[in-house]
C-alpha cells in the first residue's frame, strides 16, 4: 500500500494555522455581497453580469503591514479589537444564548433558564422548509454569532458547567453572514502568510481597464480573464455563442510574445479567489458535516477538493480549466478558515451554469491514497442523499451526539482503513471492500471528447444500458401497474394483492414495473401516498428457489440469516401480524422477476410467497413476472387459484410502437433516415416483437454506416451524409440473421462437400434420417470411384465426420465408435443442397443433391 | 569441412530455428492473415475499442469450426488492446470444460477480478456474494473508465443448465452503464440458438463467423512463414537464395498438390503449420535449402491413418480373431461374445486346416489386445462392466472393406485369412 501524500495539514495544525487568518480577515458586514449574482438575461456560462456591489475591494493596508507582525500578538491584537467593539456580546453569553436557540428549535432539554436569560433571540427564517421535510430532521440551526476570542471561550468553557459537553450537530449553519449548509462547497483558506488572501473580490477587474462595472463581461475559455464587452478591440455587441478566445491567448497561441496590460499605478490586480484556487492558493472542500464542539467553536468536517496540478497525474491536456477533483481525504477544520461557497457542478450542469466566477467542474473522484481517478456516479448521489435521510432521522429528537460516539466512529473508520486490506473483497459481509484500489492512473483522453457526432450520440442512445427518459407504447399497461399498486395499497380487503405480468421477452415487462415504482416513489416523496417497502427479486439470479427468503428478509430488515429461519421469520411478520413495529405497518410490494424459476419441484416457494398476501395482516403486495402465459395453469391448483385472475400480457410490439420506440429515443439526434428505422422495426416485428433486438439492430446498423462513411470520406467528402440508410439497416439484418452453417459449408474442404453429399444422398435413397459410418462410407467410396476422386481412406473420413459434428452441422455419436457411429443431418437436406450445388472445385456433387 | 561451408551450415541451422519458432507462434501466423480490413481481427477489435472508447457494452460470439483461429485472433486482439490502452482492461477468462458449473463460475469471476485489482478474495463467499461483488465491479470499473472483458471459451458448455451465468452476465450489460464485453467462443455453429429466450432476447446477436482461409491466402501464408527475413544476422545473399528457391518450390504444381491433399484431411492452419514444421525439419543442412523432396516426404507423417495402422501390427492369431468374427456377422448373429468367436475360431481351423492352433488364455490376451486397439468393441458400453470378458457381446469396429484392405496389404498374411474372407465375400454375392 502507497503510504497517503499528505498534502493537507493533518488536523491538529489546523487551527492555529488559520485563526491568524481568521483575524486578519475581518470585514465589515456590509461588504460581504450576494454569492450569486443575478444575471438579468440566461447568458452562457461564460458571460458574467457583475452584481452591483461596487466597494468589495477594500484595501487592507493594515492587515499586510502586519504580516510580518507574529501570528499570536496578531491575534490579540485582533481580540482587543474585537472586545472593544460594543456591539459584540460577551462570548461567554452568545455561547449560551445560541445553545438556548438550538434547543428551542430542537428538543425541550433545559430551555426554561436560557430562554429567560436570552434576551434576543435569533430569527429563524428557514423554518417553514425544515418543516416540509418528511423525515422531520433535525432542524437547521442559525447561528450568527462569529466566534473568534479563543482565550476566552476557554474561559467560557469553564465558566458554563451547564452546556453540555457535547457536540451539536447541524444541517445549515449561518455563520458570519454566510450560511453553510452540509454538501455546500466552500472555499477553506490555505496559507496564512499571503497577504493577497486577504482581498477576496468576488467579482474581478476587466483584464483590460482593471474597473469593474455593471456591464456584461466576456469570459476567455483559455485564460478564463474577464473583459468587458467593450473594452475589446473590436468591441463585441453581444456574447457570441460558442467557444470565444481573447486576443492575447490568441496571440499567444500563434506564438507572438505577448504582455497583458499592466494594471495602472497604484492599484493592484487583486486576484478573484477562483484565481488563487487554481492556482493552488485557496482550498475547495465540501461540506460533510457540522458541529459545535463542547468548548463553543465551530468545526466541520470536509472533503477536499484538488486542483489538477496537484495530483500525481499532473494537469493533462484534457483538463478543463475550471477542472477540479473530488478526494477522499477528509478532514475536521474550524469553521474559521471558511471563507465563502462556491459552486461545484457535475459536467452537465456546468455546461448549463452561466453565472458567476466560483462554479467549477468536478467529474472524478481522486483517490489520494492509490493516486487514481473515477468518475462520479450520479447514482451514487442520489443514493447519499438517501443515506442522509436516515442518519439524520435518528438523531432528531437528540441532536447532541456524545464525544465518545464520534471518537467511536472515528476509531471505527480507521480500523477500516488498515483493515481493509484484511478483508477479502467478494465476502458480502463487508460490502465490498477495497474498491478504492480500482481507478484509472490517468483520465484516458477519449474519455473527455464530448464532441460527438450525431451517429456517435445515436449509438450511444440505443444502448440498452441506456435508461430512456419516456416508457412510449405502453402507457395502458403503466396505468394498470399503478392502479393495482395504489388500491392495494390503500388496502381494501376484498382487493387483488397479487399480479401476473405475462408477455415474451424484450416487451418491457421490468421496465415498464420499475417505471411504474419510480413514480409511486415521487408521488410518496410528495406526500400523496403512504411510504412502503419496494423489493426487487430476479429469479434467475437466485442460487437456489430457497434463497428467495433470505434475501426478502435481507431488503426488509437488512439483517442475514439463512433461508430456513428467514422463511420463518417472514411467516411470523406476514401470517401471524405478530409484533406491531413501526416498520412492519408499511405496506411491502415484492417484485419478482422471472417468477418461473421458482418453480420447485413441491412448488413450495411460490406457494409460500403467494399465500402470505391472502392474510389480512400481512400487507404483502406481490408483482410476478414470467414469459409464458400459462404458467398459473401449469402449477398446483392451490398456488395458481392465489395467482389470482389479476393478469396483465405484454403483447410483442408491432412495427409502429417498436418505431415509436426508435425514434423517441433518437428525439433530437438526426442520424437515421425514416424509412430505415421503418425497416429495421417491421423487419424486427415480424420476427419476435423485441424491442432489445430492434434497438440492437439500428446500433449495428449505425456502426455499419460509420463505417462506411469513413472508408469513403477519404477519397470523397461527404458532409451531410452521416445518416443511417437502409443498406446499413439490410447489412445488419444480415448480419443478424446470417446462417453460419451455409457459409461453413460452402467453405468446407472437398471431402467435408463429398462427405454431405453423400449424407443427402444416403437419405434421399433409404428415406431414413439416420444412418450409419460404414453404410456412408460405402455410399462415399462409390461416389468418389464413379466421378473419378481418389477415396481418401476411412481414417481420413471419419475425422471429417467427427468435425462436422463439432459443428453440429451433422450429429453423431463418437467417433471411437467407429463403423458404428450413427450419423444424422442437422440441418435439412435443402439447405445442404443449397449450399453445395454450384461448387466450383466439384461440379458433379450437383447430380446427387 | 570448408571454412564457407560450416558458416553456410551455421547459417541454415540459425534459418531453421527461426522458423520452426515462428511455426510454433500462432501470433506470427495469424498476425499475418488478419491485416485485411476485412478480417475478423478487425471487426473484433472495433468491437472492443469502441467498447472501450464510447463506454458502451457489447456481446459477440465467435463461431468456426477447430482450429480455425478464434482464440488466436481473440487473444492477438486482446494482445494488441493491453497494449494500446494498457492498465484500462481486465480480462476475465472462463472455460465451459472447467466452470459450466454457475456457482464455480461466479466464484472464478469473482478471483480472477481480485486478482487483476490486487484484492483480497475469499473462498468462503457464497454464490450471491459473489455474483453482487461481480455486479458492484462491473459499476466501479466503468465509472474508472476500465473495460472488463469476459472471454467464455466452449461457450457452448454454459448454454447447459438454467444458464444463470448468461443471464446475469447478459442482464448485467443491459441495466448498468459499465463497459464490459463477453465474448463466447465456440465451435458450435448453433451456439446461439441454444440461449434460452430470455438470455437470447439480451444477446446482442452480434457472430462473428470465421472461415478457413482461401487458397490463395494459405500459399502466401506459406511462404511469408518460410521465407527468410533479409536484413538480419542471416547472410544476405544466402537468404535471398533461400527465398528464391522457396519461391519456385510454392508455384510448383506439384507442391500445390501436396498441400491440397494435407489440407484436405486436415483443414485447419494449425495442422498446416505442422505439417510445415515436419517438411522443415526435415531440411538438409549441407545444401541449407529447402526442396519438394522435404515437402514429400512430410506428407505421409501427416495422413496416418490409425486403424490400418494397428490392423498391420497385429499378430496373426489377432487377425484370424477379426476374421472369425467377420464370419459370424456375415452369418448374421448380431450379438456374440468371445466364447462364440472361439467357437468359430475352431471351426475355422477345422475347415481350413490352419497352420496353428493356440489356446484359449493366449486368444484371451490376444483379444483384450484388439479391445485395446479400438479394432473390436463391447457393444452394451459400460452397462456390464462386471461380468466376465468371455459373455460380454462384442462387436467388430471395422468394416468389411477396411479389413481386406488392411490384410491386402499385410506383409506375412497367411492366405488361409485371404481366402477365407475372400471365399465369404463371393458367398454373399
Not at chain 1, 481580540?79 to 430542537?106: F, H, L, W, Y
Not at chain 1, 493533462?316 to 478526494?327: A, D, F, M, S, V
Not at chain 1, 418491457?508 to 419496494?534: E, H, W
Amino acid at each position: 500500500m502507497p503510504s497517503p501524500r499528505l498534502f493537507k495539514p493533518s488536523v491538529n495544525q489546523w487551527p492555529i494555522a488559520l485563526e491568524g487568518l481568521g483575524y486578519g480577515m475581518t470585514h465589515s458586514p456590509a461588504s460581504i455581497a450576494p454569492h450569486t449574482p443575478r444575471t438579468a438575461t440566461p447568458l452562457r456560462r461564460s458571460a458574467r453580469r457583475l452584481h452591483l456591489a461596487l466597494d468589495v475591494v477594500e484595501e487592507k493596508a493594515t492587515i499586510s503591514e502586519e504580516s510580518n507582525v507574529s501570528k499570536r500578538s496578531r491575534s490579540n491584537a485582533k481580540e482587543q479589537g474585537i472586545s472593544a467593539t460594543p456591539s459584540k456580546v460577551n462570548p461567554a453569553k452568545t455561547n449560551r444564548t445560541r445553545e438556548a436557540c438550538d434547543s428551542t428549535k430542537k428538543t425541550r432539554r433545559k430551555i426554561d433558564k436560557e430562554l429567560k436569560e436570552a434576551s434576543f433571540t435569533p430569527v429563524s427564517p428557514d423554518q417553514s422548509e425544515s418543516k416540509r421535510r418528511k423525515t422531520g430532521r433535525n432542524e437547521p440551526a442559525k447561528v450568527i454569532t462569529r466566534v473568534r476570542v479563543k482565550d476566552q471561550e476557554g474561559e467560557a468553557k469553564k465558566k458554563c458547567r451547564d452546556v453540555p459537553k457535547k457536540k451539536v450537530f447541524y444541517r445549515v449553519l449561518v455563520y458570519d453572514g454566510g450560511k453553510f449548509g452540509i454538501g455546500d462547497d466552500v472555499y477553506v483558506k490555505r496559507r496564512e502568510d499571503a497577504s493577497s488572501d486577504d482581498e477576496d473580490p468576488e467579482v474581478e477587474d476587466c483584464m483590460i481597464c482593471f474597473r469593474v462595472g455593471t456591464t456584461i463581461m466576456i469570459e476567455c475559455d483559455d485564460c478564463l480573464g474577464g473583459f468587458h464587452l467593450k473594452c475589446l478591440k473590436p468591441p463585441l455587441k453581444e456574447v457570441p455563442e460558442g467557444e470565444w478566445i481573447c486576443e492575447f491567448c490568441e496571440a499567444k497561441k500563434m506564438g507572438k510574445e505577448i504582455e497583458f496590460p499592466k494594471p495602472p499605478d497604484g492599484r493592484k490586480r487583486t486576484r478573484t479567489a477562483r484565481e488563487k484556487l487554481l492556482s493552488g492558493d485557496l482550498w475547495a472542500a465540501r461540506i460533510e458535516s457540522l458541529w459545535r464542539e463542547a468548548d463553543g467553536t465551530f468545526w466541520c468536517r470536509v472533503r477536499w477538493y484538488i486542483i489538477p496540478e496537484e495530483t500525481t497525474a499532473g494537469r493533462q491536456p484534457h483538463n478543463l480549466k475550471r477542472e477540479i477533483y473530488l478526494t477522499n481525504h477528509l478532514s475536521d477544520i474550524e469553521m474559521e478558515s471558511v471563507i465563502r461557497q462556491c459552486s461545484v457542478k457535475n459536467p452537465k450542469e456546468y455546461a448549463k451554469a452561466n453565472e458567476g466566477d466560483d462554479v467549477f467542474m468536478c467529474e472524478y473522484e481522486y483517490d489520494i491514497h492509490w493516486h487514481s481517478f473515477k468518475r462520479l456516479s450520479e447514482i451514487e448521489k442520489n443514493a447519499g442523499e438517501d443515506d442522509n435521510d436516515e442518519d439524520w432521522e435518528i438523531p432528531k429528537d437528540a441532536v447532541l451526539e456524545s464525544d465518545e460516539d464520534m471518537d467511536y466512529d472515528e476509531e471505527r473508520e480507521k480500523s477500516l482503513q488498515t483493515r481493509a486490506t484484511e478483508i477479502a473483497a467478494n465476502s458480502g459481509k463487508a460490502k465490498f471492500f477495497g474498491f478504492q484500489k480500482i481507478g484509472t492512473k490517468r483520465i484516458p483522453e477519449h474519455a473527455r471528447s464530448h464532441a460527438q457526432t450525431e451517429l456517435e450520440r445515436a449509438k450511444a442512445t440505443l444502448l440498452l444500458a441506456t435508461l430512456p427518459n419516456s416508457l412510449p407504447c405502453r402507457e395502458k399497461e403503466m396505468n394498470e401497474i399503478t392502479t393495482f399498486i395504489k388500491g392495494a395499497i390503500h388496502g381494501d380487503q376484498c382487493s387483488e394483492r397479487c399480479l401476473y405480468i405475462h408477455g415474451v421477452p424484450g416487451t418491457g415487462k421490468t421496465m415498464t414495473v420499475l417505471a411504474a415504482m419510480r413514480n409511486l416513489k415521487s408521488q410518496v416523496d410528495d406526500g400523496i401516498l403512504k411510504p412502503y417497502c419496494f423489493v426487487d427479486v430476479n429469479g434467475l439470479k437466485l442460487a437456489s428457489p430457497e434463497n428467495i427468503y433470505k434475501v426478502i428478509y435481507e431488503a426488509l430488515t437488512g439483517h442475514r440469516v439463512n433461508w430456513k429461519k428467514a422463511l420463518q421469520l417472514l411467516n411470523e411478520r406476514f401470517t401471524d401480524g405478530a409484533r406491531n413495529g413501526k416498520e412492519h405497518d408499511r405496506p411491502c410490494i415484492l417484485f419478482i422477476d422471472e417468477l418461473d424459476l421458482l418453480v420447485t419441484r413441491n412448488q413450495s416457494v411460490l406457494y409460500n410467497i403467494l399465500h402470505w398476501p391472502t392474510k389480512s395482516s400481512s400487507k404483502l403486495i406481490v408483482i410476478g413476472i414470467a414469459n409464458t402465459m400459462d404458467l398459473p395453469e401449469k402449477l398446483l391448483p392451490k398456488i395458481s387459484s392465489r395467482m389470482g385472475i389479476h393478469r396483465l400480457c405484454f403483447g410483442p410490439y408491432n412495427y409502429q410502437q417498436l418505431q415509436e420506440i426508435i425514434c423517441s429515443r433518437l428525439n433530437g439526434i438526426d442520424a437515421f433516415e425514416k424509412q430505415a428505422i421503418e425497416f429495421a422495426s417491421r423487419k424486427v416485428a415480424a420476427m419476435s416483437g423485441d424491442a432489445r433486438r430492434a434497438l440492437e439492430m439500428c446500433r449495428r446498423a449505425a456502426e455499419i454506416a460509420g463505417y462506411r462513411i469513413k472508408s469513403t470520406s477519404e477519397s470523397v467528402s461527404l458532409g451531410d451524409k452521416a445518416r443511417v440508410v437502409m443498406g446499413d439497416i439490410d447489412a445488419a439484418i444480415q448480419e443478424m440473421f446470417q446462417q453460419p452453417h451455409i457459409q461453413v459449408m460452402k467453405s468446407g474442404s472437398r471431402l467435408c462437400k463429398i462427405f454431405l453429399t453423400a449424407m443427402v444422398h444416403e437419405q434421399h435413397k433409404t428415406g431414413m434420417a439416420e444412418t450409419t459410418f460404414e453404410e456412408l462410407a460405402a455410399t462415399v467410396s462409390r461416389l468418389c470411384t464413379s466421378n473419378g476422386e481418389a477415396f481418401p481412406g476411412w481414417d481420413a473420413l471419419i475425422r471429417v465426420g467427427c468435425m462436422l459434428g463439432e459443428c453440429r452441422i451433422i450429429l453423431c455419436e463418437p467417433g471411437s465408435k467407429h463403423r458404428l457411429q450413427k450419423l444424422q443431418l442437422n440441418f435439412s437436406t435443402d439447405d445442404i443442397s443449397f449450399a453445395l450445388k454450384d461448387s466450383s472445385v466439384l461440379p458433379w456433387l450437383a447430380k446427387y443433391l | 569441412m570448408s571454412f564457407g561451408k560450416m558458416a553456410a551450415n551455421g547459417a541454415a541451422i540459425e534459418s531453421l530455428n527461426l522458423i520452426r519458432g515462428r511455426l510454433c507462434n500462432s501470433d506470427f501466423i495469424f498476425r499475418f492473415l488478419c491485416e485485411s480490413p476485412d478480417s475478423n481481427y478487425s471487426k473484433l477489435k472495433f468491437i472492443f475499442s469502441s467498447s472501450i472508447t464510447e463506454a458502451c457494452n457489447n456481446s459477440v460470439l465467435l463461431l468456426g469450426p477447430r482450429g480455425s483461429g478464434k482464440a488466436a485472433v481473440l487473444e492477438l486482439v486482446i494482445g494488441d488492446l493491453l497494449k494500446e490502452y494498457p492498465d484500462m482492461i481486465t480480462v476475465v477468462r472462463l472455460n465451459g470444460l472447467l466452470h459450466s458449473d454457475d456457482t464455480s463460475a461466479f466464484k472464478a469471476i469473482a478471483k480472477q477480478l481480485c486478482i487483476e485489482h490486487q484484492l483480497l478474495f475469499s473462498k468462503m463467499a457464497s454464490s450471491d456474494d459473489n455474483t453482487q461483488f461481480m455486479l458492484a465491479m462491473l459499476r466501479e470499473c466503468g465509472l474508472a473508465h476500465k473495460t472488463v472483458v469476459f472471454v467464455l471459451d466452449e461457450f457452448d458448455l454454459f448454454t447447459q443448465g438454467k444458464q444463470r451465468l448468461l443471464y446475469a452476465l447478459l442482464d448485467a450489460l443491459q441495466s448498468i452503464s459499465s463497459q464490459a464485453v463477453v465474448i463466447g467462443v465456440s465451435c458450435r455453429l448453433d451456439a446461439d440458438q441454444l440461449l434460452e429466450k430470455r438470455v437470447k432476447s439480451r444477446f446482442s446477436h452480434r457472430k462473428l463467423l470465421f472461415l478457413p482461409p482461401s487458397k490463395d491466402d494459405l500459399l502466401k501464408l506459406m511462404e511469408h512463414a518460410l521465407s527468410l527475413p533479409i536484413d538480419s544476422s542471416i547472410p544476405q545473399d544466402y537468404a535471398v537464395e533461400f527465398n528464391a528457391r522457396l519461391h519456385t518450390i510454392v508455384v510448383d504444381r506439384q507442391f500445390q498438390e501436396i498441400i491440397d491433399s494435407c489440407w484436405e484431411s486436415y483443414p485447419t492452419i494449425r495442422h498446416l503449420m505442422k505439417f510445415l514444421f515436419c517438411a522443415v525439419s526435415s531440411l538438409d543442412l549441407d545444401s541449407g535449402y529447402l526442396s519438394l523432396e522435404n515437402f514429400k516426404t512430410a506428407l505421409p507423417s501427416m495422413q496416418r491413418q490409425p486403424k490400418m495402422e494397428s490392423l498391420r501390427d497385429c499378430s496373426i492369431l489377432e487377425l484370424y480373431i477379426l476374421v472369425c468374427m467377420k464370419r459370424l456377422e456375415v452369418k448374421e448373429q448380431n450379438s456374440y461374445s468371445f466364447n462364440a468367436v472361439m467357437k468359430e475360431y475352431k471351426m475355422v481351423h477345422d475347415s481350413f486346416h490352419t497352420s496353428d492352433y493356440y489356446g484359449q488364455n493366449i486368444c484371451l490376451r490376444a483379444f483384450q489386445h484388439l479391445l485395446q486397439c479400438g479394432l473390436i468393441g463391447f457393444t452394451d458400453g459400460r452397462v456390464g462392466h462386471n461380468q466376465a470378458i468371455d459373455f460380454r457381446p462384442v462387436k467388430l469396429l471395422i468394416s468389411v472393406s477396411e479389413l481386406t484392405h488392411g490384410l491386402k496389404f499385410y506383409n506375412s498374411c497367411p492366405v488361409h485369412a485371404h481366402s477365407i474372407i475372400q471365399y465369404q465375400l463371393s458367398d454373399d454375392t
